[in-house]
């Protein structure tokens, strides 16, 4: 397991920055344990320095905090690929880093969850309530609850294949404790008793969040709660409580109209974000964040007018991808082939959906939205054969990006397209390698005949996928190990019980 000394210093010594009341963490940055628990005050800044330490924590340029597994889940399908050659994901891409336990990023993603499993676990531990405590630190607790949960859930789905699989495969280990050098290393439970700890977190912070009015975006509240109980029921094949926590969880965010859809994705103000984390310039600066490597929407010109580009951009959208929305939907729009032979990306398809905020960098990360719970809650009621309510939800959504209602699908024609909708919705985001395992599908990966005419004149092809296999050169196909992300080594070294 991963030893820690005080995971309170963790958080105090490795977030602190900013004057602005919203972006304290912890008091100091050498406390002990009782003082941090001390007050209200203390606890409060140390529940924001630890959600702050899992959306930013980052041990090298290419591993911005959580968006790395975002990033790295959707450049694991199909309708992305990583540029040839480029800094960050190219080894994600083939499905070498995130398989092979040697490597650093295998190291992050462990390391990264299990330090905010802990951070969660002192704040379990040692903020005491009872029925008379304030109803502001049950507040407190319960964030720590969801946190936990999104935590686990997370896991749960990227180190073992899908509970419809097999609920008894064994999966991590759990700890519900805070970690001290004595912590006696756990085994791997298995996906069912994972869950299982996962809705009875669940289950507690909706008790301890009633009421709970938030500061910010960034701290769970009760929608947030709903919408993890839906991730976790959808992956479960609960459908009834899918569907029902999914509509909960949307209660109150609106999906955002098409021309709010070309803002950017770069703020929590967005009316359908239930959960995002808004950022400063010193919280997004350079190669380690987010937008440095989803972002391919050129800031300005040089004065050859050629386009330049902020951060890596190392991820972009497949042409097979674009291919897939209709003339008329807004996202559409979005596209454009760089065509310029002196920029960075020639011949690779532009996608503007997400784009920094110039010139501080400052873009806020999407955690949950609206439109991924409504599309859950279609699924659901698509799956309990209650064709006509998933396709009147489903285009509720359609109505948004510009689209006309469907209608006259059967079950399986509907479902079909709620998953499509799921893929061009939500890219992006992170959800992609969920949905192949869950689904028990593998990626379609094809390479792409498509050209154009340069700015030059020169009929030339388009960038598109250049990995089509697995590294042992076999065929992509469902349930295969290099879909999970593996225990790292130093972890398999230092616990003996794994």
């Known amino acids: 397991m991963i030893r820690k000394f005080s995971s309170l210093v963790v958080a105090a010594a490795l977030l602190t920055s900013c004057s602005d009341e919203f972006f304290n963490t912890s008091p100091a940055t050498q406390i002990t344990t009782p003082e941090v628990f001390s007050s209200e005050a203390n606890i409060d800044a140390f529940v924001n320095g630890s959600i702050r330490f899992l959306l930013e924590n980052s041990t090298s340029q290419d591993n911005p905090g959580l968006p790395t597994i975002f990033l790295t889940h959707d450049v694991m399908g199909e309708d992305a690929f990583a540029r040839d050659g480029r800094y960050g994901f190219r080894d994600s891409y083939p499905y070498r880093d ?16 299990y330090s905010s499993i802990d951070h969660a676990n002192n704040i379990i531990a040692n903020v005491k309530i009872d029925n008379a405590s304030k109803a502001s630190l049950k507040h407190l607790k319960g964030q720590a609850y969801a946190l936990r949960a999104h935590n686990y859930l997370n896991l749960v789905r990227q180190y073992q294949f899908t509970y419809a699989k097999d609920a008894n495969a064994k999966a991590v280990p759990v700890y519900t404790e805070p970690t001290t050098p004595n912590t006696v290393p756990k085994p791997r439970a298995t996906v069912k008793e994972v869950y299982d700890l996962v809705i009875a977190d669940l289950t507690e912070a909706e008790k301890l969040l009633a009421g709970f009015e938030r500061p910010q975006k960034n701290r769970p509240n009760l929608n947030v709660v709903y919408g993890l109980f839906a991730r976790a029921y959808l992956t479960q094949e609960k459908w009834e409580l899918a569907r029902d926590y999914a509509a909960k969880a949307r209660d109150g965010y609106p999906i955002m109209s098409a021309a709010q859809y070309t803002q950017g994705f770069n703020d929590v103000s967005n009316p359908e974000w239930i959960w995002g984390h808004p950022q400063t310039l010193t919280q997004n600066k350079g190669g380690a964040s987010y937008m440095a490597y989803i972002e391919t929407t050129p800031y300005a010109t040089d004065a050859a007018g050629t386009n330049l580009y902020y951060g890596y951009n190392s991820i972009m959208p497949d042409p097979n991808f674009i291919a897939l929305f209709d003339k008329d939907d807004i996202r559409k729009s979005l596209f454009e082939i760089a065509k310029q032979p002196a920029e960075a990306l020639y011949r690779g398809y532009r996608y503007k959906k997400f784009r920094n905020k110039y010139p501080n960098h400052d873009a806020h990360i999407v955690l949950m939205r609206s439109s991924e719970q409504l599309l859950i809650e279609a699924e659901s009621k698509a799956r309990l054969n209650n064709v006509a309510a998933a396709t009147a939800t489903l285009n509720e959504l359609r109505a948004q990006r510009g689209l006309t209602d469907l209608s006259g699908l059967g079950k399986d024609a509907l479902i079909a397209e709620i998953l499509l909708e799921r893929r061009k919705e939500l890219w992006g985001e992170g959800f992609r ?16 005949t498509e050209k154009f005419v340069d700015t030059r004149g020169a009929t030339v092809s388009v960038l598109g996928h250049w990995i089509t296999k697995f590294p042992d050169g076999t065929p992509l196909v469902p349930n295969s190990k290099y879909y999970l992300f593996p225990i790292p080594l130093n972890e398999i070294n230092n616990n003996p019980n794994l």
């Open 433 to 448: 390698l969920y949905d192949i395992l869950r689904l028990q599908t593998a990626p379609v990966r094809k390479e792409t």
């Open 98 to 113: 995130p398989f092979d336990n040697t490597t650093r990023r295998a190291l992050f993603f462990w390391t990264l969850q």
